[in-house]
């Protein structure tokens, strides 16, 4: 690493912060600045504001594209608002039909689909199980259906 003896402020930037200080300086003590323009008497005419690029994804900020933002933003919000509507009567659907589906569990008829396993004799084969479960899975399902009605559909 070298070590270097400080220099003075002008020589590392030039003068360039200096200036800028100076000009600060003025302005606070109410002095004009030789660079700044002088105010004249006569109003200016704004010319219109030409764009640097071609870019057709530029788009210039006006009135009319603020009001379409703005309509934007506020269509946003109104579709927002519907979702959340319908995820929450989905989510109310739903929980109902848990707990339907709950009532049907403990209901005699469900009881008596599950004794079906007890009533297999006893030296049914593994392949006569499975088919007797694979049978009491679809009469819940089905019980299900019938007393609750279909799962609501997914989001």
């Known amino acids: 690493m070298v070590l270097a003896a400080p220099r003075p402020l002008d020589a590392q930037l030039g003068g360039l912060l200096?200036?800028?200080v100076t000009d600060a300086a003025k302005k606070a003590a109410?002095?004009?600045?030789?660079?700044?323009?002088k105010p004249t008497d006569t109003p200016t005419v704004s010319k219109p504001v030409v764009l640097p690029t071609t870019d057709p994804s530029v788009?210039?900020?006006t009135d009319k594209v603020l009001e379409g933002f703005a309509r934007a933003l506020q269509t946003e919000i109104d579709l927002r608002a519907q979702l959340l509507k319908e995820?929450?009567?989905?989510e109310a659907a739903?929980?109902?039909h848990e707990a339907c589906k709950g009532q049907v569990a403990a209901s005699p008829e469900?009881?008596?689909?599950?004794?079906?396993?007890g009533n297999l004799p006893e030296n049914t084969t593994t392949e006569q199980m499975m088919q007797a479960m694979a049978k009491m899975t679809k009469d819940q399902?089905?019980?299900?259906?019938?007393?609750?009605?279909?799962?609501p559909a997914p989001g």
């Open 18 to 20: 200096r200036g800028r």
């Open 30 to 37: 109410g002095i004009e600045s030789e660079a700044a323009p």
């Open 59 to 61: 788009i210039p900020i």
């Open 87 to 90: 995820l929450d009567a989905r």
């Open 94 to 96: 739903v929980k109902k």
């Open 110 to 117: 469900f009881q008596q689909i599950l004794m079906q396993l």
């Open 141 to 151: 399902e089905a019980l299900v259906l019938k007393m609750c009605g279909p799962e």
